[in-house]
């Protein structure tokens, strides 16, 4: 089953005048279950490409279908929606709501969703435990450490179960011991059969995932598979 | 998830936000609290007077009556022989009054005819005024009988020789307590008192004079006795008739139908008018409206301020909250539910900033009705309508922020720094 499939997708930023090309055209395809990174240097467009691909941002021209679904001309509240259902965000900064419990950050897109109460707090609860923080439900986010805070970043990003996670520079942040921690997380995640899309500029992370994308210039310079690292 | 649902969990996100930023709260409540409290302060302090007023009329037998008083037929120096050769009012004018087809909504008449005489007792011997008094007098006018008992329908006929005294003229003339069936003797006739009034009392203010002190010093006799004895008055003329009407909707026709009536009597002649208790205890009150009027503007202008106040706090705010909304945006929150979440943050501190004012506005005015000794009584609608107005401009001043951070793109809202 194909999650991402884009045709000449493009991204012009501006005016015409002074425009900047960020995309020119890339045609990507990422199958259900693929661990992917996305490699490039700054200005490579590889940032745009995971915005575009998150829903995030709309493409200037060119088509993406997410799960099927196609994504250009859909308003900003189906966007979200789909945002919700279909894609989980893990950020550098990690982005937790730092006045909100760990629980409540977890719960937050559910919430979004329409879980009822009981069933979000039970699945949190589960998905905390899942990335090796059962206990620390109750914390706010300013008590953790980083690392714990990416894990509790991939615990919200997996509350909805969703068809994509989207990981962008989330070892950055991070100390070398952290950083492997947390992407042996992500391998494990990838195991459960869950879709992975790790954006990094970093060759030695890309080198975990089984299928490398490489961005220059707005537009896919290669695509290769390896064994991981 | 259902509505209510969604709105606790709002409130509940409001919330911490609010706990989170306790002086930035603290800012924005205060200006819905000084509005409120200046809304219920100024309606709660025109509301106690206004309450001491109605106690008043209360005591005095009810607002819903209506009189017939003498008006002066001189104009100009003098007056036409027609003026002079009427008679007045007069006994049969209150009487008549009462038989007409409207009169089936009065409820009690009453005639007062006043007098100068000397009253003479074993004990003291003063120059009074004497009510000579008709009718349903004693229960219109709120007197209540302490000792003995009030005239009878046979003793107001008749004009038997017997009084009735207030509470202070029972002390004056009986100082001795002894007064039931002592004798008394008004001018030059001779009377039995039959009963004492209870001592009325009513103080608009602490510590001010007893406004009902008059009524303590009345010597009550049957009016017809001052019409036939002291001043040989064979056309029982009277100074004040009074009808009770407690549906007050039956007023105005029984006032036309009473005017006219009258007026034959008179020879159509002006030399009498009518005065609507109830109305002209309106006109005080929409009086007391335009005092309301004000305070409610003040309030408002309190309100404004204060939610201008809180426009350029959540403004200023919203750019500490950017990455905040945008995260939230990235997990799925819909620009409609960014922004009732700030107007739900809203509405929780204009609830929180009322409560408070509720206690500030209680409090000022329970100083200010002590410092002018009235007891303090706020109107349950006085409490609806400070939070209605705090609730429109909260909403009012909260929309635009509101808008503003629900109107971002997720992508530059995650970027900012």
Redesign the interface.
Known sequence: MRIIETRGLEKVYGSSNNAVHALRGVDLNIESGEFVALIGPSGSGKSTLM?IL?C??VPTGGTYALDGRQVEGLT??DL??I???KIG?I?QQY??????TIL?NVE??M???????RERRERALDLLARVGIPDKAGVLPGQLSGGQRQRVAIA?ALA?RPALLLADEPTGALDTKTGEEVLALFRELHAQGNTVVLVTHDPGIAARAERRVELRDGLLLRDWKEEAA | ?NAS??FR?RLF?SW??L??NPGRSFLQALGVMLGVASVLGGFSISDSQRQQAERLFARLGGIDKLNVLPADTVYQGTPSALRSANLGLRLEDAVEGGNMASAKAVDGTSVVKQARARVRSEFADQERDVNGIGADYIPLNGYEIEQGRGFSAHELATGAPVAVLGAEAAGVFFPTGEILGKPLRIGDVPVTVIGVFEEKSFHFQEGQQNVFAWRNKIVAVPSRLIAARMEGDAYNRVDRVTFRIPNLEAMADFSRELTSLVGANHRLQQDFRLDDVYKRQERQRSQGDVYNIIFMLSGVLALIGGGMVNVNIQLASLKERV??V????????????IFKTFMTEALLLTLLGSAAGYAVGIAFSWVITRSIGVPLSIAPMSFLWATLLALVFGFLFALYPAAKASRQ???EA?RYE
Do not use: C, H, Q
């Open positions: 915005s998150g995030l941002d900003g509240a979200a929606a945002r919700n259902e965000f950020f982005n937790l709501l730092p006045k909100a409540r937050l897109p919430l979004y969703a329409g879980v009822p109460r919200r909805n | 998830m649902g969604a969990e996100e911490i936000e706990r989170a990455r905040e945008g995260v939230k945006m990235a997990i799925g929150a819909t620009g409609g539910e793109s997720p992508m995650l």
